[in-house]
């Protein structure tokens, strides 16, 4: 064992205690924990706080969909989540574990841009996050046909991604991120940049796939019309630097949109952004 | 997105996340610093190793060799080698931009004519002013002619795509407001077609800079009876290595700082281009 | 600006107005100013001084000779070049020391080193080659860094999701992604570098293209200067329509 490697090892030995000392619960297999999360990032000199006390929990298999103003951190929060960046301070515990920097094989991520490699067929798209784990070409292969054809794009499995429309390509970013089986699945306003009709027909298909594996997913949107009709559990932050404002639960039948108990919860998350609901004439 | 944008800048060097110890801009000095510190160095042991039956390069002065004899240089006949150079240079490339400037506005503007001769031109284009050295030298022999011949033709061929591309490029809408100030042609031209070339040509000109400098040397290589290409060509042929070397930094320093002057002068002039034009770098 | 009713005519038919026009006026001016043919050949003699030249096995290896320094100088410039632009673009830190360096020889343009090679390789091919090398180096390795820098973040977080390492993301995502500017930065590079090699014969060479039309303007020959001079620029546009054409097979992906 090279002496880098051995360190290594010993550094999330002892962070592991730290983090089981700092928190005083049952931290269980397929949970996020985001605790006491600090984080700040300087350009030019200037130090800007994005996120400030920061903490929350999914539960297994929950989906939590994260809303709030525009530029308010909530992607920073995705980042630190998948071990693209490091907080400044606190830290974010899977399966009881901090998360590591740099790649981590437990989780998938679909980004606001699809982020199709354009030199790739569709079909190589999907497979090539496979192939990086070492499936072998034939099984990244029909594994990648798989999901293709789960989010209904089999016809396109060898078209170019500069062929697919923005729905299209989102969909295939999102066949991308759970060809790889995640159990924590990342999402950053994957449908924000598409139109409204798309939007709510990928909603519905997203349901459908979650269905399937049961990912604990983090959801980041914008829309919350969209977190009650996807999360279990709404986490809504407050303007940078954010922290957590309130975390509302979602029942079942208040996504049904055309209930009262959807109107309530609606009303009572906006009320929760600083939005009214009563959107009556003013003159 | 801002946000995961700067953080994710970041993710290759974890530590700017971490309150840094260092001011990006002055850890890049250091560095730079640093590797040129290296460069110098390695030539140094190599100017050693070399200096003892290195093989083919049997004469590889160190730094400070070199440096002797660009003092040497400096205190003794670069000034009148520069100025010659920078003649030759300066005729040239005024000559070259100009008739640029005009052929490109004409060809831009004239449909007609265009279609002729922009191919004709497109055509010569790749060919660089270097191919014709032999031939201006059967037409001009080795005096001053053919010199800015070379270093003309050379500028002419950059600056021409641009003020071809400058007579052609008004934006729509100040064509729009034209027509509805109810301007006629000539008022046209002379607010909107003519501004917009000049500044595509001063652009070209300034990125023409490095062709026409750099023709400057080799038609003094080959014509080599005055200025800094003429003093490499003396230094070579008596075999004074560290003095070749010194006029080749010689040229070099020349070239920077001309650009930079340039640069400097067009962020004055026109700064609402200055963001275009570091693109064109 | 009226449409002409035919522009795919019009798209051939002036150019080649143009081509009489420049003929015209050669032969105007060799009647007008009654110059000597070693100022002013014809155009006649011009092109059978080419046809000369084609059907002479000299020229043939003249042209091999002169190709051959391009190519090898061209195939070590590029892989080093792309080599250490790709170091340059991924590590911040090698790039914030090497670019002072890398700057400051940008600026001794690669004909100021010709007497420097002839120096100490004298008229043997590999001066040429190393001065080609590095005229093609600096090209490549400035595109490379820029282009490697540049690639669109999202797809450099795909990567990293995915589980690439950082060197395999820099060849598989950051490199292809760059691969369509690179190759219109090593048609320019091959431009340059092609002149370089024509440049350093014309000042110092036992063999070679550069050489012939030297050769040719010495003995005021100047039919076959400018036949030269023709044979110079076709080649060149032959070296860069192929690079244009492997590049665009291989990869461009726009």
Same mark, same amino acid.
């Given at each position: ?283 | ?40 160095? +390695?030539?140094?042991?190599?100017? &050693?190793?070399?200096? &003892? ?41 005024? +000559? ?51 010199? +800015? ?8 061929? +950059? ?8 007579? &052609? ?113 | ?254």
């Amino acid at each position: 064992m090279t002496p880098s490697a051995a360190s290594s090892i010993d550094e999330r030995a002892s962070a592991i205690d730290r983090a089981k000392q700092e928190v005083a619960r049952n931290t269980r297999e397929g949970e996020l924990l985001v605790d006491r999360v600090f984080h700040r990032y300087s350009t030019f000199g200037r130090q800007t706080e994005v996120l400030r006390d920061v903490s929350f929990r999914i539960a297994p298999g929950q989906v939590a969909c994260v809303v709030g103003p525009s530029g308010c951190g909530k992607s920073t929060l995705l980042g630190l989540a998948a071990g693209l960046l490091r907080p400044t301070a606190g830290t974010i515990l899977w399966d009881g574990a901090p998360v590591v920097i740099g790649r981590n094989r437990h989780l998938g991520m679909a980004f606001q841009q699809p982020g199709l490699f354009p030199w790739m067929s569709v079909r190589k798209n999907v497979a090539i996050g496979l192939r990086t784990r070492g499936y072998p070409r034939r099984d990244a292969r029909r594994i990648a046909d798989e999901f293709l054809h789960t989010v209904g794009l089999s016809d396109f499995k060898d078209a170019y991604p500069s062929q697919l429309s923005g729905g299209m390509a989102q969909r295939v970013g999102i066949a991308r991120a759970l060809a790889l089986r995640p159990r924590l699945l990342l999402l950053d306003e994957p449908f924000a940049a598409v139109d409204a009709f798309t939007r709510l027909k990928l909603q519905q298909e997203f349901k459908a796939l979650l269905a399937l594996t049961r990912p604990t997913v983090l959801f980041v949107t914008h829309d919350v019309a969209e977190a009650i009709a996807l999360g279990d559990v709404i986490v809504v932050m407050t303007q940078r630097p954010a922290t957590v404002q309130r975390i509302i639960p979602v029942a079942r039948e208040e996504r049904h949109r055309a209930s009262a108990a959807y109107a309530r919860k609606l009303a009572e998350t906006l009320e929760c952004l600083g939005v009214t609901s009563d959107m009556g004439d003013e003159h | 997105m801002a946000s995961i944008d700067n953080g994710i800048a970041s993710t290759v060097d974890i530590s700017a996340t971490a309150s840094p110890r260092l001011s990006p801009r002055v850890r890049a000095w250091l560095l730079g610093l640093a590797g040129t510190a290296v460069a110098i160095a +390695v030539w140094s042991l190599l100017s &050693h190793w070399l200096a &003892h039956g290195g093989g083919v390069i049997n004469r590889l002065p160190g730094p400070i060799a070199v440096v002797r004899e660009l003092v040497q240089y400096a205190t003794s006949d670069l000034a009148s080698d520069l100025l010659a150079s920078l003649r030759v240079f300066a005729i040239g490339w005024l +000559v070259g931009a100009a008739s640029a400037a005009l052929v490109g506005l004409a060809l831009g503007r004239a449909s007609l004519l265009g279609g002729i001769f922009l191919p004709i031109v497109e055509a010569i284009r790749p060919v660089s002013s270097i191919a014709w050295v032999p031939l201006s030298i059967v037409w001009f022999g080795f005096g001053l002619t053919s010199k +800015v011949f070379l270093v003309g033709l050379a500028v002419f061929l +950059v600056v021409i795509v641009y003020a071809v591309d400058g007579s &052609h490029r008004v934006p729509a809408d100040l064509e729009r407001t034209a027509t509805m100030l109810g301007m006629n042609e000539w008022q046209r031209f002379a607010s909107l077609v003519l501004p917009g070339t000049l500044a595509e040509v001063l652009i070209g000109s300034r990125v023409a800079l490095t062709a026409g400098w750099g023709t400057v040397i080799v038609a003094e290589l080959v014509a080599a009876n005055s200025g800094l290409g003429a003093h490499l060509i003396a230094v070579e042929q008596s075999y004074n290595v560290s003095a070749v070397m010194a006029t080749m930094i010689c040229f070099a320093a020349a070239g920077f700082a001309m650009n930079a002057a340039f640069t400097f002068m067009e962020q004055r002039l026109m700064p609402w281009r200055h963001d275009r034009a570091r693109q064109e770098r | 600006m009226t449409r002409s009713p035919h522009p795919a005519a019009r798209r051939v038919l002036l150019p080649l107005v143009g081509v009489a026009c420049v003929l015209g006026a050669w032969e105007a001016t060799l009647a007008l100013y009654r110059l000597p043919a070693i100022v002013l050949p014809t155009p006649w003699s011009v092109a059978t001084a080419l046809a000369d030249l084609i059907t002479t096995r000299a020229f043939w290896h003249d042209v091999g000779v002169s190709l051959y320094e391009f190519a090898v100088g061209y195939a070590i410039g590029v892989v080093l070049g792309v080599a250490i632009g790709i170091l340059m673009g991924e590590r911040r830190h090698f790039r914030m020391a090497a670019t002072p360096v890398i700057e400051s020889l940008r600026f001794i343009v690669p004909f100021a080193w010709i007497p420097l090679t002839i120096l100490w390789f004298g008229t043997s091919y590999t001066g040429k080659i190393l001065l080609v090398a590095y005229a093609v180096f600096f090209v490549m390795v400035v595109s490379t860094a820029r282009a490697v820098a540049q690639v669109e973040p999202t797809l450099s977080r795909v990567g990293t999701m995915l589980g690439m390492g950082s060197w395999r993301l820099a060849f598989t995502v950051h490199l292809r992604a760059a691969a369509p500017t690179l190759a219109s930065a090593a048609r320019a590079a091959a431009a340059i570098g092609w002149i370089a090699v024509v440049a350093a014969e014309y000042i110092g060479a036992s063999a070679g293209l550069g050489l012939m039309i030297t050769n040719a303007a010495a003995s005021l020959a100047t039919p076959v200067v400018i036949a030269g001079m023709f044979v110079i620029g076709v080649v060149g546009a032959g070296v860069s329509a192929a690079i244009g054409t492997l590049s665009r097979k291989w990869l461009d992906y726009r």
